[in-house]
């Protein structure tokens, strides 16, 4: 059978190109990686191009086998030699391996992992008499990593620093660089970098590599960076038979230095460029379609597609507004049990956009009895900002827990070093003590322990027995766990790092706080809580076959299910709040949103909840929607909330109704999950109903002209017009007369915290 039987019209198209650039617009689920593995295959079968001329390259060593796999299944290797696909990193790798020293480098050269790349900015800062918390190793890492991928050297970097910190930043910089060569290491970083000045400092190398790879093709385009860049340019300067593929609408990666305008300025680049678009879908049904391209049709930055599939419409995006996040939860764990008690080999995935989200969901399906996995993170409580808190309430309760202690001796960073640590533990078995026991008496002895040493293990075991008569008390168990976070000092050292990964590790220890209040109100004490965590990490307890996954939005690229969760669609959640301020990153949080949407192939649920615990607060608050609700058609929806809309309204904008609230709510206005029987309850399904989260909040009427009614701007739900901002909704309201504080979500300009008396608010 040809290699072309199979392909539809413009794959063919994509197939048969040979000569010149090419670029392959490729939508979700249109077979790019089925044209690309043709394409090589036809160019070596057809063309008789050898196949050490074909160099094709993507960004995971997954992918990269993957498509060697599919080669190899369409061409007899006995016949050809293969082709090298690779990921971008083992390209650079092999090629300075060979031809580094043309430039003076040296071929035996280390890479250096984050561990060792942390480590010696730890001992540059320590050597310039720096603060560790001002510079934060991490933070310093990222700003450099930053400066690398836009292609700036340490003095360019200094020569932009706008104030002293970065200024030192950049000084830090070029010691690092220092460093690197003084051990023969290259970081991930430079990989790229180095292979890049090797082609361009090197006429005769850079000509070896055009006349060895006259046909080179990049997978994931959309995601390469400037120095990716560069590299492609540098090897295709001769020939320019460079393939393409990729996805404008699918470019996520930002933040970790993916520059969209590669592939919106390519044809720019490569004049003579073919453009090949593929619309046709063969992963979702035409109503998961039309949705998801409704919602990233609304974005500016793209060359845009029309997707369109031969598969049947399917059924609506399911749409679910829960009253509080554990409902949103249960509705997700009640639907995947009824799914999966139809076709237990339906594959099924819940989406989120921060990892912290995972807790709820891993909760309730573990209620449900349902195994899972989660993708892309470790579990909830096994993520290490979550054990090390839960190490401290551990220890604090039961002081002779050493092997938790370990853990926390020396967690934030306090002084504490390996020695007197190995000390301490061969005191604690020589006298046959606990390891905080033998604290305490090395420091009535102080024998063999610096002052320094000493200072630091008396404030540590200070700390300890302060947390000991909490736990004793016995104090909440969320009290306990804010006071941990607190006293430590956990939540300052990852402020002061202020890097997107810190950033989500706060999000956990909220999160934390959350899961420890929720257990204060199941009435469970410290040991209750410990048991519960316990469980929920038990390593033995997963199902490596489980049908459902669990994974951040990012982790979920490439991938594909059944059935998929698009869970908490909520304005600060997802969009996510520190995008608002910026055009460019809340159309990515569309394209991220476009990306989870496609993964489905026959269902889609979207979820949100009504109100969600922030910031780790006692009381839960109201949330908006998110504006990528309002872009899906409301004729693609079918409503499967738990009441009609005009409940679903007035829990969006004033919290519950107790005597209209559905069952098995309580008095309280807080869910009561303790049966069976309840939680079916709750998931009577009504009719197909208006999603409730359009309709327009119910806020009081307007006054009347001339009227002297001053309107309650001061309410949780208040609909108000700022002159600059537009109109927002209250969602929260602090303090009390002329010290009254709003906190307002503004589309388009996000969350803003405003004195009422000084806004100059109206009512909208």
Not at 303 to 332: D, H
Request: charged share 25%.
């Amino acid at each position: 059978m040809s290699l072309l039987a199979e392909l539809n019209p413009q794959q063919r198209a994509a197939v048969e190109h040979v000569e010149g650039p090419l670029l392959i617009l490729a939508g979700a689920g249109s077979g790019k990686t089925r044209v690309i593995t043709h394409r090589i295959a036809h160019l070596i079968a057809h063309y008789r191009i050898p196949a050490s001329s074909i160099l094709a390259m993507t960004f995971t060593n997954k992918a990269a086998e993957e498509m060697q796999s599919r080669v190899a299944s369409l061409l007899s290797y006995e016949a050809y030699a293969q082709p090298q696909l690779s990921t971008f990193h083992s390209f650079c790798v092999r090629s300075l391996r060979r031809d580094y020293p043309a430039i003076g480098g040296k071929r035996d050269f280390v890479i250096y992992a984050d561990d060792e790349q942390l480590r010696l900015i730890k001992t540059l800062v320590k050597s310039l008499g720096l603060d560790d918390k001002s510079f934060a190793p991490r933070q310093v890492l990222s700003k450099i990593s930053g400066a690398k991928n836009r292609g700036l050297s340490p003095r360019q970097y200094l020569a932009m620093a706008s104030d002293p910190k970065h200024e030192r930043i950049a000084m830090l910089y070029e010691r690092y660089q220092n460093g690197l060569r003084l051990a023969n290491a290259l970081d991930f970083d430079d990989l790229l970098l180095e292979t890049e000045r090797l082609l361009r400092q090197s006429p005769e190398v850079a000509e070896r590599y055009n006349q060895r790879y006259p046909y080179i093709m990049i997978d994931e385009y959309q995601d390469t960076n400037r120095p990716q860049y560069e590299l492609m340019r540098l090897l295709t300067s001769k020939t320019q038979n460079l393939c393409v593929v990729g996805d404008e609408d699918q470019s996520i990666y930002s933040w970790r230095g993916a520059d969209i305008r590669n592939i919106l300025d390519f044809e720019r680049d490569y004049p003579s460029t073919r453009v090949i678009r593929l619309e046709q879908n063969y992963r979702s049904t035409k109503n998961i379609l039309e949705a998801a391209s409704s919602v990233v049709a609304n974005n500016v930055e793209r060359k845009g597609k029309v997707l369109w599939t031969q598969a049947e419409a399917g059924p609506k995006v399911g749409y679910y507004l829960a009253p509080e996040a554990e409902g949103e939860a249960l509705f997700a764990a009640e639907t995947i049990r009824a799914s999966l008690a139809a076709n237990p080999s339906r594959s099924i995935a819940i989406l989120y956009r921060t990892n912290a989200q995972s807790r709820l969901f891993e909760e309730a399906l573990r209620r449900y009895g349902l195994a899972y996995r989660v993708i892309g993170g470790f579990s909830f409580y096994e993520r290490a900002e979550v054990r090390d808190i839960l190490a401290y309430l551990r220890v604090a309760a039961n002081p002779a827990d050493s092997i938790g202690l370990l853990r926390i001796i020396n967690t934030p960073t306090r002084g504490i070093g390996k020695s007197t640590v190995d000390s301490l533990e061969h005191f604690a078995l020589e006298q046959n003590l606990s390891l905080l026991q033998a604290i305490e008496r090395g420091l009535e002895r102080t024998a063999g322990l610096t002052p320094r040493a000493l200072q630091s293990l008396a404030e540590f075991y200070k700390l300890m027995a302060e947390l000991r008569t909490l736990a004793l008390v016995p104090t909440p168990v969320d009290e306990m766990v804010k006071r941990i976070i607190e006293r430590t000092g956990y939540a300052k050292m990852l402020q002061a790092e202020a890097t997107p990964e810190a950033e989500g590790r706060l999000e956990n220890l909220n999160e934390l706080i959350n899961a420890a209040t929720d257990a204060a109100a199941r009435g469970e004490d410290i040991a209750g809580f410990l048991d519960h965590a316990a469980l929920i990490s038990d390593q033995d307890d997963y199902d490596p076959t489980a049908a459902v996954q669990l994974m951040s939005l990012h982790a979920a690229k490439g991938l594909e299910f059944a059935t998929v969760f698009l869970a908490g669609l909520e304005e600060g959640l997802f969009p996510h709040s520190r995008t608002s301020q910026s055009p460019n990153e809340l159309e990515e949080e569309r394209r991220l949103c476009y990306v989870g949407m496609t993964r489905a192939r026959q269902q889609l649920y979207l979820t949100h909840a009504a109100r969600r615990r922030r910031y780790a607060g006692q009381a839960s608050e109201p949330s908006l929607p998110s504006r990528f609700l309002s872009e899906v058609p409301q004729a693609l929806l079918q409503d499967l909330s738990p009441a009609a809309a005009p409940l679903g309204r007035r829990y969006v904008t004033e919290g519950y109704n107790q005597d209209e609230c559905p069952k098995p709510f309580a008095a309280s206005g807080r869910p009561t999950y303790n049966s069976v029987e309840s939680i079916h309850q709750f998931f009577q399904r009504p009719g197909t109903q208006r999603p409730p989260a359009f309709d327009p909040p119910a806020v009081p009427p307007r006054a009347a002209a001339g009227s002297n009614v001053k309107l309650p701007l001061s309410r949780t739900g208040a609909r108000v017009r700022h002159a600059k901002f537009g109109v927002g909704t209250v969602l929260r309201v602090e303090g009390e007369g002329d010290q009254t504080k709003l906190t307002i979500s503004f589309p388009g300009y996000g969350l803003k915290k405003l004195v009422e008396k000084m806004a100059g608010l109206q009512p909208a």
